[in-house]
T-cell receptor, first 115, second 111 residues
Framework: DAGVTQSPTHLIKTRGQQVTLRCSPKSGHDTVSWYQQALGQGPQFIFQYYEEEERQRGNFPDRFSGHQFPNYSSELNVNALLLGDSALYLC??????????????FGPGTRLTVT | RKEVEQDPGPFNVPEGATVAFNCTYSNSASQSFFWYRQDCRKEPKLLMSVYSSGNEDGRFTAQLNRASQYISLLIRDSKLSDSATYLCVVSLSGGYNKLIFGAGTRLAVHP
């Protein structure tokens, strides 16, 4: 059973460019969340997709947008890249079990460097 | 004030030691609690969910004190492989809420 997969693994972009990151959730999971982790910090929530719609959003500008496809995979798009967007971008997949803690499982991440 | 606060460490301990990490959270509406571990330049991996009555998984014991808004993780008989950053994580009520992470506590276990 494949876990959460993300592509690409690493990416180098220049300021002002646009980037698209991709995520495939764990089998059986229908919800995808995206997080940004800067060096030395814990991951910060960007947004969450369920049934192809953005269900929740964190404190990130509109330059960050996303999409979820019918097969539950998801993309994160960042426009007009800034140096401060350099970070590890993590995708987490989950499904709600109906009771108990709502556990999210992370992919290996995409390390984005903006120069 | 940060939503989830942890001592950043590092905690340097010898193999076989017992080490405890503490964490406090600010939102009393938090309903789900977790510990994740993260190895250098890797993704966070779920270590354990934390239940109100406390729970144990092998050498790891987690406790939750809702009145004090405090979560702890105890690692007994530390192994070299336990060296990692331990992230305290909370989630608000509801079936799909975002995870709120602390900045992590770094643990280094030495021979």
């Amino acid at each position: 059973d494949a876990g959460v997969t993300q592509s690409p693994t690493h990416l180098i972009k220049t300021r002002g460019q646009q980037v698209t990151l991709r995520c495939s959730p764990k089998s059986g999971h229908d919800t995808v969340s995206w997080y940004q982790q800067a060096l030395g910090q814990g991951p910060q929530f960007i947004f969450q997709y369920y049934e192809e719609e953005e269900r929740q959003r964190g404190n990130f500008p509109d330059r960050f947008s996303g999409h979820q496809f019918p097969n539950y995979s998801s993309e994160l798009n960042v426009n007009a890249l800034l140096l401060g967007d350099s970070a590890l971008y993590l995708c987490a997949s989950s499904f709600y079990p109906g009771a108990g803690p709502y556990e999210q499982y992370f992919g290996p991440g995409t390390r984005l460097t903006v120069t | 004030r940060k939503e989830v606060e942890q001592d950043p460490g590092p905690f340097n301990v010898p193999e076989g030691a017992t080490v405890a990490f503490n964490c406090t959270y600010s939102n009393s509406a938090s309903q789900s609690f977790f510990w994740y571990r993260q190895d250098c330049r890797k993704e966070p991996k779920l270590l354990m969910s934390v239940y109100s009555s406390g729970n144990e998984d092998g050498r790891f014991t987690a406790q939750l004190n809702r009145a004090s808004q405090y979560i702890s993780l105890l690692i007994r008989d530390s192994k070299l492989s336990d060296s990692a950053t331990y992230l305290c994580v909370v989630s608000l009520s509801g079936g799909y809420n975002k995870l709120i992470f602390g900045a992590g506590t770094r643990l280094a276990v030495h021979p």
